[in-house]
């Protein structure tokens, strides 16, 4: 555990049943598949897991990942890159994007961040699909003290 005095897993996409593990169909938009808003308070560490599987017949299509924090269970704000130049400071939405090259492949991605929201919440998409939408199941590791 690190020294971390609270340590869990939180599944945000898809379910699972003891070890086994059921991913969600992917849309082409944010709202097909977004998790609950997850109360974070504590939290100062987390690992986003997430096993993508690509469509049959589909190559170059991406996972998009988006994350947002709140301040109270209820408002939530997407995260934001900063790119500085000079003494001007360019915020622009974040997204994390993973190309899955070959079709139908599995792949797994564990994603390690920082996190100071009171609240979370995780939404997925695929891009690039021309017929067949791929899978993703996306669990949480959660460290710090609650």
Same mark, same amino acid.
């Given at each position: *555990?690190? $020294?971390?005095?609270?340590?869990?897993?939180? !599944?945000?996409?898809? +379910?699972? =049943? @003891?070890? /086994?593990?059921?991913?969600?169909?992917?849309?082409?938009?944010?709202?097909?598949?977004?998790?609950?808003?997850?109360? *974070?308070? $504590?939290?100062?560490?987390?690992?986003?897991? !997430?096993?993508?599987? +690509?469509? =049959? @017949?589909? /190559?170059?299509?991406?996972?998009?990942?988006?994350?947002?924090?709140?301040?109270?269970?209820?408002?939530?704000?997407?995260?934001?890159?900063?790119?500085?130049?000079?003494?001007?400071?360019?915020?622009?939405?974040?997204?994390?994007?993973?190309?899955?090259?070959?079709?139908?492949?599995?792949?797994?991605?564990?994603?390690?961040?920082?996190?100071?929201?009171?609240?979370?919440?995780?939404?997925?998409?695929?891009?690039?699909?021309?017929?067949?939408?791929?899978?993703?199941?996306?669990?949480?590791?959660?460290?710090?003290?609650?």
């Amino acid at each position: *555990m690190l $020294g971390y005095t609270y340590q869990d897993n939180i !599944v945000a996409i898809g +379910t699972k =049943s @003891g070890t /086994t593990r059921t991913a969600a169909t992917l849309t082409a938009a944010y709202t097909g598949n977004i998790s609950t808003i997850f109360s *974070m308070g $504590g939290i100062s560490q987390i690992e986003i897991n !997430v096993n993508y599987t +690509t469509g =049959s @017949g589909e /190559t170059n299509n991406s996972i998009e990942i988006r994350l947002e924090a709140g301040p109270d269970g209820t408002n939530m704000y997407q995260l934001v890159n900063d790119s500085t130049s000079g003494a001007t400071s360019t915020l622009t939405q974040r997204e994390f994007t993973f190309v899955g090259a070959a079709a139908a492949t599995a792949y797994s991605l564990a994603l390690p961040l920082v996190w100071s929201g009171k609240s979370m919440r995780v939404a997925v998409k695929e891009t690039g699909v021309v017929t067949n939408f791929g899978t993703a199941f996306v669990e949480i590791t959660v460290s710090g003290a609650k």
